[in-house]
């Protein structure tokens, strides 16, 4: 009786949201596109007037070079930028401090968060450290606590991806308590986002597959949870579309330049729909592996994903099939219900086909009621999700993804 009035109240919230979210004006991020867009930035910082900006991203790729390109072009546009390459994946609140000392040092005038999502969801913290001084990160955990705005930001996606570079939200990792939560708030949108594809052909295949189902489970969850809108629904369907049609490819041939754009817009148009119509149980499971174990983001998601879809997919059926459609891999002469299990089955062989496990090696048993504990604490009441799920068939869930 109790359980079913609190999920009466969690459905009255979802709804009080999703009005929301069809009222506050979400800022949009100027679009620089296509192959050697990130050349094109520094000219746009310039125009803006900035002198000084911080280039948040991490050792790995300023090892690859990969920031040669946009450097240069701030040089030529006279730009000065100091290097903050201090992130790891999982980025962590010390990461932030760091940044933020560099930041001030230099007296800097604007953040680039260049890399996969760690780098720029770092960049967005330390920018809101930067005109917040007195609210420490934590404090600024949840939805709109972030006050002040925050420096002029831009962002390079290197991964495709977290959509970071439209999204609200920021996600970073106490180190103390191995607590991974997120930061949301308008203020973290960036001024211009590049979707440059060149930047992304050197990535391993590994990533690209894990990374490229991230952006999978954001438009999944944002389409299959009770808060999509015309707008979130067609980004998740173009997005989806795009993945099944491109991922793969990728895969197989990182140099694949037209494939790689593809993805690219597709992790955009993924980030545009969860930002919007948030995530769900995938992302509150996903962020425990990442907090306690370090797994990276896109693998959890991966490896959770078609077990949670399973749960839900009964309710989620009639938005399951539609996908499914929109997707490409089924026709509306096919029943609801095989087009959701079609949609299970399609999800579980792109994980297969591109060696990723059907299980989380480094999940502890001993572990679980504290991760069931810390999902359902982010998922309830703030993810619209198709089907409510107890303490029970969550931990039974996890105990799906042992080794
Ligand atoms: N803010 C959001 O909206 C949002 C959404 C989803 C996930 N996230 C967060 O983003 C983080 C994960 O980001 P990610 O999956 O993009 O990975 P990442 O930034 O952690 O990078 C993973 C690895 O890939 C390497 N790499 C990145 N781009 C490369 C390239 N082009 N070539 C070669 N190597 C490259 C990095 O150096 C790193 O070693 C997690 O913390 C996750 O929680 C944020
Ligand atoms: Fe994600």
């Known amino acids: 009786m109790f359980w079913e009035l609190k999920k009466r109240a969690y459905r009255v919230q979802h709804k009080v949201m999703k009005t929301a979210s069809t009222i506050i004006p979400f800022p949009q991020p100027v679009l620089l596109t296509g192959p050697g867009s990130v050349k094109k930035l520094a000219e746009n910082i310039r125009i803006r007037g900035l002198k000084n900006v911080l280039v948040v991203t991490d050792k790995v790729l300023m090892q690859l070079k990969l920031a040669d390109g946009l450097l240069e072009s701030l040089e030529q ?20 401090e760091k940044g933020r000392k560099a930041y001030k040092k230099n007296k800097c005038d604007g953040i680039i968060g260049f890399g996969g999502g760690s780098p720029i969801d770092c960049a967005k913290i330390i920018g809101a450290r930067i005109s917040n001084p007195y609210l420490s990160v934590r404090r600024m955990k949840g939805l709109f606590r972030v006050f002040l705005p925050i420096p002029p930001f831009f962002c390079v996606p290197t991964t495709a991806g977290t959509g970071s570079e439209t999204t609200v939200a920021a996600v970073i990792t106490d180190a103390k308590t191995h ?76 140099s694949d330049l037209k494939a790689r754009n593809n993805m690219a817009l597709a ?137």
């Open 179 to 254: 607590e991974k939560f997120a930061i949301s708030d308008l203020k973290l949108i960036p001024k211009i986002a590049v979707l440059d594809p060149e930047l992304m052909k050197g990535l391993p295949p590994h990533i690209t597959s894990t990374t490229g189902m991230d952006a999978l489970t954001h438009a999944i969850e944002a389409y299959i949870g009770l808060n999509g809108t015309k707008f979130t629904d067609e980004n998740a369907e173009n997005a989806t579309r795009l993945i099944f049609e491109n991922l793969e490819k990728v895969y197989k041939k990182g």
């Open 77 to 96: 546009n006279d730009v000065n930028f100091t290097v903050f390459d201090d992130v790891k994946p999982n980025p962590t609140i010390e990461s932030v």
């Open 267 to 403: 992790s955009f148009y993924a980030g545009a729909a969860f930002t919007r119509a948030y995530v769900g149980y995938v992302h509150a499971i996903a962020h425990n592996m990442g907090g306690l174990y370090g797994v990276p983001h896109g693998l959890a998601n991966a490896i959770i994903l078609p077990y949670v879809l399973e749960f839900c997919r009964k309710d989620a059926e009639k938005k399951l099939a539609k996908l499914a459609i929109a997707g490409g891999i089924g026709s509306k002469s096919e029943s609801r219900k095989d087009l959701s299990y079609k949609f299970i089955k399609k999800v579980k062989t792109m994980n297969k086909n591109m060696k990723i496990p059907t299980f989380i090696k480094e999940l502890k048993k001993k572990d679980i009621p504290l991760i069931t504990k810390r999902a359902l604490d982010e998922a309830h009441p703030d993810y619209p999700v198709p089907t409510i799920m107890t303490r029970q068939e969550c931990e039974d869930l996890i105990k799906k993804l042992l080794p």
